[in-house]
Nanobody, 124 residues
Framework: VQLQAYGGGLVQAGGSLRLSCANS????????VAWFRQAPGLEREFVAA????????AYADSVKGRFTISKDYTKSTVNLQMNSLQREDTATYYC??????????????????WGQGTLVTVSS
């Protein structure tokens, strides 16, 4: 699994961005793919995850109803559609892949493959 995250940028509060995580290695197959984010001085935190097989999703409470994670089989890509962005969403966003058990799906330690970060900046 080789991940590349892209799609970040500068957006005004209330706007939208779509992040993508492309896999150039072996297929995701039985993996879960997740997005985490890290703001300066803060710990990396879970945003959303999707199981490649079956499509079960999970979201952080702070993004529920605003962010949507989805997968594109044809492109072996996981997308994160972010709407109604707030200044608090400003962070570097990372995609990750792993085989977490259900109770671990929101844990950084459950993911062994990470892409480089993509910066999202939300201005007021």
């Amino acid at each position: 699994v080789q991940l590349q995250a892209y799609g970040g940028g500068l957006v005004q509060a209330g706007g939208s961005l779509r992040l993508s995580c492309a896999n150039s290695g072996r297929t995701f197959s039985d993996y879960a793919v997740a997005w985490f984010r890290q703001a300066p001085g803060l710990e990396r935190e879970f945003v959303a995850a999707i199981r490649w097989s079956g499509g079960t999703t999970a979201y952080a409470d702070s993004v529920k109803g605003r962010f949507t994670i989805s997968k594109d089989y044809t492109k072996s890509t996981v997308n994160l559609q972010m709407n109604s962005l707030q200044r608090e969403d400003t962070a570097t966003y990372y995609c990750a892949a792993g085989r977490p058990i259900f109770s671990e799906i929101k844990k950084v330690r459950a993911y062994g493959y990470w892409g480089q970060g993509t910066l999202v900046t939300v201005s007021s």
